[in-house]
């Protein structure tokens, strides 16, 4: 773990990322999430998409306010996790969605879990905070998108496949070979 987010700020991420208005946000986030929980994990990573996606990022933020979101990875008291597959994809992660503009990032996460699998959970952590690039094939700048990986503890209901996208939401003993993004596996 990173004692500050050193390494997760926007600036020097290959072309300047787009929009001083996002490259500020996504700071914002990184340092509050920083201040509030302490320390963690920090990942940078690319992230391809069309630009029809690129563009409704950029617009969501103008009107908002608000880019990225948040996630959690629920354990329940026999210590298996609750991971969700959103369809048209064929590997787990966790539950996760966009930002509200009200909301902390660790309400979201709440609200994630909750939305998508039906778990009443309660955030105990900050494990990961993960920023996204979205580039497109255009030539534009990255967008930024920052996203907190939350653990949080099982407090009731079981997992139903019930919104947000979701194909399928269950418990796992060990995570399965198919993981969106292989960082969860260092959360075990």
């Known amino acids: 773990m990173c004692a500050r987010a050193v390494g997760c700020g926007v600036r020097g991420h290959g072309r300047r990322a787009g929009g001083s208005g996002l490259r500020r946000h996504a700071d914002r986030v990184v340092s509050e999430l920083v201040a509030e929980y302490g320390r963690a994990d920090c990942i940078r990573r690319r992230w391809p998409c069309d630009p029809d996606t ?28 609750l991971l969700v597959r ?33 778990v009443e959970c309660t955030v105990t952590d900050l494990a990961q905070i ?7 094939d255009t ?12 653990v949080a503890r099982h407090e009731s209901g079981e997992p139903r496949d019930v919104g947000d996208g979701v194909e399928a939401a269950r ?4 995570f ?3 993981l969106r993004y292989e960082e969860l596996r260092e959360l075990r």
Do not use: Q
Not at 171 to 174: A, G
């Open 86 to 118: 959103y369809e048209g994809e064929a590997e787990w992660s966790d539950p996760g969605t966009v930002r509200r503009p009200d909301e902390s990032m660790a309400e979201c996460a709440d609200r994630a879990v909750r939305e998508a699998t039906g």
């Open 54 to 81: 690129y563009d409704r990022l950029r617009a969501t933020f103008g009107s908002v306010g608000v880019a990225g979101g948040a996630g959690a990875l629920v354990t329940d008291a026999d210590g298996r996790v």
């Open 176 to 178: 399965p070979e198919a």
């Open 171 to 174: 418990w796992w003993e060990k």
């Open 139 to 150: 030539g534009r700048k990255p967008v930024p998108r920052p996203f907190a990986l939350f």
């Open 130 to 136: 993960h920023l996204l690039f979205a580039e497109d």
